[in-house]
């Protein structure tokens, strides 16, 4: 029997994505599900994180905010992108962050106590969650280090030039989400933006998509 629906789903997370069929069916086994609407929370800081959730339709933006309230974008999680990964490793169990739904969603979640049944009985379930922090942690040093060293248009190349496939850069959020990732505001976002195409770095496709020309 072939695997279908949220069972391809898990099938394409990292941390399950090496188990073979019948491995998988018994992670299947563990999954709950949830349906979400649009501006729905799958969480929001201070609740008890107690699971790892995976994004099987829809898409969901994880944030912070600062001291002043601002937001501060994390990522924005599409389809088999997971999150709740810190519940594993974190006894104080509470989230820092917001999980707020961008379009309809559906989840699976599995609870930290079959995770780490699972992860004893498949050590290399562990494993790849550790390469997932470890992944997660660089991301976030250099995001701290590009904020802290790089001016706002330094910030937008260091993003074209790290997140370009082949020739051209399809933007997977709002650039209202982006200009919170970069941490500015939209409005010198969309002024960086037009800088380069000015210069000839890039062109403008439509409003998601450009050519990259030379960053």
Same mark, same amino acid.
């Given at each position: 029997m072939k695997l279908k629906g949220h069972q391809l789903?898990?099938?394409?997370?990292?941390?399950?994505?090496?188990?073979?069929?019948?491995?998988l069916r018994e992670v299947f086994s563990k999954i709950n599900h949830k349906h979400l609407k649009k501006g729905d929370y799958l969480y929001m800081a201070g609740d008890r994180n107690e699971s790892l959730?995976?994004?099987?339709?829809?898409?969901?933006?994880?944030?912070?905010? *600062?001291?002043?309230g601002r937001e501060q974008l994390v990522r924005v999680l599409g389809h088999a992108d997971f999150t709740g990964e810190i519940a594993l490793f974190n006894d104080e169990n509470i989230h820092e962050?917001?999980? &707020?739904?961008?379009?309809?969603?559906?989840?699976?979640?599995?609870?930290r106590s079959d995770i780490y049944e699972l992860m004893q009985k498949y050590p290399d379930i562990?494993?790849?969650?550790?390469?997932?922090?470890?992944?997660?942690? *660089? &991301? @976030?040093?250099?995001?701290?280090? *590009?904020?802290?060293?790089?001016? @706002?248009?330094?910030?937008?190349? &260091?993003?074209?030039?790290?997140?370009?496939e082949g020739e051209f850069l399809k933007l997977g959020m709002p650039k209202k989400e982006l200009a919170s990732y970069l941490s500015m505001q939209p409005e010198t976002l969309a002024r960086n933006f037009k800088r380069l195409e000015d210069e000839g770095s890039i062109k403008k496709i439509d409003n998601k998509t450009y050519d990259i020309i030379n960053i």
């Amino acid at each position: 029997m072939k695997l279908k629906g949220h069972q391809l789903c898990v099938s394409r997370v990292p941390i399950f994505s090496h188990l073979d069929d019948g491995q998988l069916r018994e992670v299947f086994s563990k999954i709950n599900h949830k349906h979400l609407k649009k501006g729905d929370y799958l969480y929001m800081a201070g609740d008890r994180n107690e699971s790892l959730s995976v994004l099987h339709k829809g898409r969901i933006r994880i944030y912070r905010l *600062n001291p002043e309230g601002r937001e501060q974008l994390v990522r924005v999680l599409g389809h088999a992108d997971f999150t709740g990964e810190i519940a594993l490793f974190n006894d104080e169990n509470i989230h820092e962050s917001y999980a &707020e739904v961008m379009e309809d969603a559906q989840v699976c979640t599995i609870r930290r106590s079959d995770i780490y049944e699972l992860m004893q009985k498949y050590p290399d379930i562990a494993i790849k969650i550790i390469e997932s922090f470890a992944e997660r942690l *660089n &991301e @976030s040093e250099s995001m701290t280090t *590009n904020i802290s060293l790089l001016s @706002s248009t330094e910030r937008l190349r &260091e993003y074209i030039r790290t997140h370009t496939e082949g020739e051209f850069l399809k933007l997977g959020m709002p650039k209202k989400e982006l200009a919170s990732y970069l941490s500015m505001q939209p409005e010198t976002l969309a002024r960086n933006f037009k800088r380069l195409e000015d210069e000839g770095s890039i062109k403008k496709i439509d409003n998601k998509t450009y050519d990259i020309i030379n960053i």
